[in-house]
């Protein structure tokens, strides 16, 4: 941060300084929004293009260029007086991540998520802080601490792809919980980390010299902790309930400041401020006196939604203030990159930290989902999405950097940090999309077999009649609801010869999640649920009559009677393309169904269905 006396002291007049940061902070803005928006057109994530953009309005790239002309060194003073947003962004971070730590949201997380998280995280410190410490010869509390800020995430990036592709269920649940958690751990790791190396610097090379003003620089961040708590509790009420004909929150018995000042807990401005405020007050007092101020924040956020009101966090996710202080934050962030000091040492640093990070992310999601007996097909898809990075790892890096004097941290996390939030950021949609598959099915080869087109081939029908036999039709089931339906037709799946290697919790789980996205409904009393599964090789395809119609959804919303299962193997896509195609096209006919719905045995069911047109 600037000050006035630094100013004074290296000549630079307040009345120069001031005009140079209202362009430097205008250029960062225009930057980073314009390269976010740029790659946003390009499917690419916005905070990525926001980083690039805040490095090409920082003072070296506008240096390098020769935009500066006689003022490079005031240029690089003015936008050194925004960095301390950057310490005030995390710690509302920090603040925001209490959220997660209500005890009915940690109940609710299970024993699964905090295994996959711990495992994830330790493989991630262990391999980064090896590979920095033996193959880049880094030193080993700097290796460590890279380590540390390798374990955390992005889960707003991966929230926003999610959210994009409709994505529910346990995928999505597992995999916030996991984020969550990790970057919880990684901050925690990471502060008392912080708190060795400066007992180290200051000479405490002893366990027991180093334990006591660890510990004691813990208890105070969590007082100061408790602080930020009060104001907020005091500044924010509580609101238990409106009095008939009452429009104010504010009763006649609350105190003058209650009634004066307080604010009700609702999504607004007002408490983005109160909050904002309180969290940067109390942080900065934990980063004066040395205490690990991310603990501090992330304190009193637990505090908050525990013992307050979580609706007071809502108000830090209105969706325009929040865009805006995450613009300001990654260009920031990014004017303070440097390439000339850019060597192969950092670029040997760099290599190994993301090969390590990505290697131990996999590694470690994979073995915590074999411990906890996760579903495969999610324990084949998660590790692929925790790679990317961003805001959390970005600040503590920063963070690193300025308290311990160690330029190399950030050297080597920020561009680390771009590619894992764009290469990352790939990878995800690819396997989200990868996952959308699996349990939506192919909706283009369903409306193809409805429109009659000549596209449902000979082969699709020979390949779907193949697998038609008696004992693949269940007749008049009684089933009264969707899911029993769809369980009734599993199990009957799994009776049949090699039926064992179905899975039937991963099945049920699948087809849910596929109804929810699009329901199977074709009409004219028709359904066709399906999924791709792990674990088999052939397709199973189960006809079902109903005695009495159940809902499923889809074109018209009527009681479907007719229900076919399709389970699929995940090897072989085109092949459940074919299955879809032609189940449709064959039921299209008015007469087949008709004739279907009053066959009296499976034999004859399964004639129907061999000589439909």
């Keep these: ?78 936008i050194t007086g925004f960095t301390f947003f950057v310490f005030v962004f995390i710690a509302v971070v920090a603040f925001s991540i209490g959220e997660e ?4 949201r940690l109940r609710t997380v299970g024993r699964s998520a ?21 193959i880049a010869g880094r030193p080993f509390i700097e290796s460590m601490m890279i380590g540390a800020i390798g374990i955390a995430t992005a889960p707003a990036m991966t929230f926003v792809l999610l959210n994009k592709l409709r994505i529910e269920g346990r995928l999505r649940n597992v995999l916030g919980s996991v984020e969550v958690l990790c970057d919880v751990i990684g901050v925690v790791i990471f502060s008392l980390l912080v708190q060795v190396s400066r007992g180290i610097s200051a000479g405490q090379v002893s366990a027991k010299s180093l334990a006591g003003p660890l510990f004691r620089d813990l208890a105070m961040a969590h007082v100061v902790g408790v602080g930020i708590f009060l104001v907020l509790w005091i500044l924010v009420r509580r609101r238990t309930g409106l009095r008939e004909n009452e429009t104010d929150y504010r009763s006649e018995s609350d105190g003058l400041l209650a009634r ?69 934050f990654f260009a920031i962030v990014g004017s303070t990159v440097r390439f000339d000091t850019f060597d192969r040492a950092i670029g040997l640093s760099i290599a190994v930290y993301v090969l390590a990070r990505g290697l131990g992310k996999v590694l470690g999601t994979r073995l915590g989902c074999r411990l906890v007996g996760e579903d495969r097909k999610i324990a084949s898809c998660l590790p692929y999405l925790v790679f990317p990075q961003a805001g959390v790892a970005a600040v503590e890096a920063v963070y690193a950097g300025a308290i311990l004097g160690d330029a190399m941290i950030p050297a080597i996390l920020l561009p680390s940090i771009v590619v894992f939030e764009i290469g990352g950021t790939i990878m995800s949609g690819v396997t989200l999309e990868k996952w959308r598959s699996w349990v ?28 038609l036999k008696p004992q693949r039709v269940a007749l008049d089931v009684t089933a009264t609801s969707k899911s029993g339906v769809i369980e009734a037709l599993v199990d009957h799946a799994k009776s049949l010869p090699g039926g064992e290697l179905i899975h039937k919790e991963e099945a049920l789980q699948l087809i849910g999640e596929r109804e929810k996205l699009f329901a199977t409904g074709m009409g004219h009393g028709i359904a066709i649920p ?17 005695r009495e119609g159940v809902v499923f959804g889809g074109i018209d919303d009527e009681p479907c009677d007719l229900i076919i299962l399709i389970l699929s193997s995940v090897g072989d896509p085109k092949a459940h393309m074919k299955l879809l195609a032609a189940t449709a ?29």
């Design 1 to 78: 941060m600037v000050h006035f006396s630094t100013i004074a002291a290296s000549g630079v007049a307040l009345t120069d300084i001031v005009p140079l940061q209202m362009v430097a902070f205008g250029a960062l803005m225009l930057g980073a929004h314009l390269m976010g928006k740029l790659f946003g057109r390009f499917a690419l994530p916005e905070p990525a293009g926001q980083l690039l953009g805040g490095m090409l309005a920082g003072p070296w790239f506008l240096r390098t260029i020769g935009a500066l002309g006689d003022a490079p060194s005031m240029y690089g003073t003015a």
């Design 440 to 467: 939506s099915g192919e909706d283009a080869a369903l409306k193809t077999a409805r429109g009659h087109d000549a596209t449902a081939s000979d082969a699709s029908r020979d390949l779907l009649l193949s697998t």
């Design 530 to 546: 399906h999924c791709r599964l792990l674990g088999i090789d052939t397709p199973v395809v189960v006809w079902c009559r109903l």
């Design 101 to 104: 730590l209500h005890v009915d």
């Design 585 to 613: 096209r064959i039921l299209g006919c008015a007469e087949t169904r008709q004739a279907l719905r009053a066959t009296e045995d499976t034999h004859a069911f399964v004639e129907v269905v061999k000589t439909a047109p």
């Design 260 to 328: 004066v000042l307080a604010e009700h807990p609702s999504p607004s401005a007002q408490i983005f401020c109160v909050v904002v405020g309180a969290v940067s007050i109390g942080s900065g007092i934990a980063y004066a006196f040395h205490y690990p101020f991310l603990v501090t924040a992330t304190f009193a956020g637990f505090l908050v939604a525990n013992l307050h009101s979580r609706a007071i966090f809502d108000s830090l996710k209105i969706s325009n203030i929040a865009a805006l202080f995450n613009l300001a």
């Design 114 to 134: 905090l295994i996959i998280s711990v495992t994830q995280a330790a493989f991630t410190m262990v391999l980064t802080t090896a590979g920095l410490y033996v």
